[in-house]
C-alpha cells in the first residue's frame, strides 16, 4: 500500500472528527459563549465593579486544616454575570497593633462558581497565618457580611470559534 493511501486512512477520520466537532460547535456557539440577555424576567446583576456591595456569609465547609468553601449570597436572587477568568475585590476594615484606627484591607478572589450562578458566588480560599484577608475570611461566620467590588477581569476570554 502506497504512503498516500495509508496517510488518506489516518487523516480521513481525524478530518471527520475535526469537521463533526468544528459543526457543533459552531452550531452551539451561541450557548456556549454567547451573553445572556436581559429581560423583565432576567433578574438584576448582583455586583457593581464601581461600587462595594456587602454580600451575606450563607455557608461554610471546611475542606481542609487551612482552606474552606464558602458560599456568599447575592442580593435578591441576583445572576453572578461573571467574565471566564475574572477576579472580585474583597474589602474589610482591621485595625493593626500600634494603629490609630481601622484600615481597609483589600484583597483580589477568584470564584469557582459557574459564571452565571444565580442568587450566590462560590470561593474555595485557603487562610495563611500571616495573610489578613484570607485570616479573617477563614474566621468569618454564616451570616457575617464582607464587602466586594466587581467583576475584575484579568483576561478577557473570546472564543476562537466562528
Not at 72 to 92: D, F, H, I, Q
Not at 99 to 123: E, H, L, M
Request: include cysteine; hydrophobic fraction near 35%.
Amino acid at each position: 500500500m502506497s504512503s498516500v493511501l495509508r496517510a488518506g486512512r489516518t487523516l480521513l477520520p481525524a478530518c471527520a472528527a475535526a469537521g463533526a466537532a468544528y459543526g457543533y460547535l459552531h452550531n452551539t456557539e451561541s450557548a456556549l459563549f454567547g451573553t445572556v440577555q436581559a429581560d423583565a424576567a432576567t433578574p438584576a446583576v448582583g455586583l457593581n465593579p464601581n461600587d462595594w456591595t456587602d454580600l451575606k456569609l450563607i455557608d461554610k465547609k471546611k475542606l481542609t486544616h487551612n482552606t474552606f468553601s464558602l458560599r456568599y449570597e447575592l442580593p435578591g436572587g441576583a445572576r453572578a454575570n461573571l467574565p471566564v477568568a475574572s477576579c472580585l475585590l474583597t474589602k474589610t476594615m482591621m485595625q493593626s497593633p500600634g494603629d490609630d484606627q481601622a484600615k481597609p484591607v483589600i484583597r483580589p478572589y477568584t470564584p469557582v462558581s459557574p459564571p452565571d450562578s444565580q442568587g450566590y458566588i462560590d470561593f474555595v480560599i485557603k487562610t495563611y497565618p500571616d495573610g489578613k484577608m484570607s485570616k479573617h475570611i477563614g474566621q468569618m461566620k454564616v451570616g457575617e457580611v464582607l464587602a466586594f467590588k466587581g467583576p475584575i477581569p484579568k483576561y478577557p476570554y473570546t472564543p476562537n470559534c466562528k
